[in-house]
């Protein structure tokens, strides 16, 4: 009896100091003594460049750095200029796709835009006619024209309401359009305007190629801030509720397969190596933001403008790595 009780003990501590080791067992002090580490660490980087191709991103301050998690709970832990807005631009895509998947479900994403790697650049043209037609994935440029047309509207207005509305969900605020940066992109996206058509003669387009390209433009115009970002990630690693507003965005079905494309195609031709060092699923937009999840845990987010060749932010990729293997946090690891 003795025995018995002895062991059941034993058991229990067993299991008790494993589970101090997970995610949601991490004090307050320890997360923000890991993003105070990471912000002092890399603040005085200079490596990468803003984004010149669009010109209002070429004159963004490149100095703006800001961290942000929030966890499973809506707690925010946050640290350098996480109120600076910049433009979310390819981080859009995650959350239109999200869209299109409980409009029409996963079957449809998978096959209708797919859910594979390129191997190429963002916005190559070349790799949509190396698969056949296809653009592979929603978060190279070609596959988020696609989920953008492929949102149910009556026209282009109902199609951005649906996408700004869907966006603002995530974060729990009204977010607003930076007319700058939409007005210098709208006028300078011949390259995206020719893979929406091209798509379209592939028949893969769910709207007029040129008025999806626009809305795509819009939607990637729309201002965040790290700490914005930070809660739209948390709500996909919250199971599709938002932490803080506590309003459910997504079916909780959907969430897995977005952090599976986000994992395959996230950092685009960079993702495997990503993979590599964080095991977290991300997405990165040349605004300069960088989200990343730990499933089930915490969103974390990360702004600074300067880029790397790849087109993802230099400072908030050294920046998440380091939090989350200061913190224990791959997702591979637990
Ligand atoms: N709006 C940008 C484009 O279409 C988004 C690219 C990105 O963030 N990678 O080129």
New binding site residues.
């Given amino acids: 009896m003795l025995n018995k009780s002895f062991k059941l003990l034993i058991g229990l501590l067993i299991v008790f100091s494993f589970s101090s080791l997970l995610a949601a067992d991490l004090t307050k002090e320890q997360i923000n003594q890991v993003l105070q580490e990471a912000y002092t660490k890399y603040k005085g980087d200079v490596g990468g460049k803003n984004?010149d191709?669009?010109k209002a991103l070429d004159i963004v301050d490149p100095d703006i750095f800001g961290i942000t998690m929030v966890d499973k709970n809506g707690n925010v832990y946050e640290i350098g200029n996480t109120k600076q807005l910049v433009?979310i631009?390819?981080?859009s895509?995650v959350f239109t796709a999200a869209l299109v998947m409980s409009e029409k479900g996963s079957k449809f994403v998978q096959e209708k835009i797919g859910v594979n790697a390129t191997g190429a650049a963002?916005?190559s043209i070349i790799a949509i006619e190396q698969h056949g037609g296809s653009a592979s994935n929603p978060f190279v440029?070609a596959g988020?024209i696609q989920s953008t047309s492929w949102v149910s509207a009556k026209d282009s207005q109902e199609r951005w309401r649906k996408i700004s509305a869907n966006m603002s969900a995530y974060a729990g605020r009204n977010l607003k359009l930076n007319k700058d940066v939409y007005d210098s992109?709208v006028n300078d996206?011949k390259?995206?305007q020719a893979i929406s058509k091209l798509l379209d003669a592939y028949g893969r387009m769910g709207s007029d190629p040129l008025e999806a390209t626009t809305v795509?433009?819009k939607q990637?115009?729309m201002n965040v801030s790290s700490h914005d970002l930070a809660v739209m990630a948390s709500t996909i690693a919250n199971h599709g509720v938002n932490p803080v507003t506590k309003s459910r965005v997504i079916a909780a079905k959907y969430t897995p397969k977005i952090m599976a494309i986000m994992a395959t195609a996230g950092l685009?031709d960079n993702a495997g190596d990503w993979l590599y060092d964080t095991g977290a699923p991300a997405k990165?937009?040349?605004?300069g933001g960088i989200i990343a999840i730990v499933p089930g845990e915490f969103g974390i987010a990360v702004v600074s403008p300067p880029l790397d060749t790849y087109?993802n932010s230099v400072r908030a990729q050294l920046a998440i790595k380091y939090i989350i293997n200061k913190l224990h946090l791959n997702p591979y690891a637990q």
């Fill in positions: 984004a191709y669009i433009s631009q390819s981080i895509k963002f916005n440029n988020a992109e996206n390259r995206n795509y433009t990637c115009s685009y990165s937009g040349v605004g087109g």
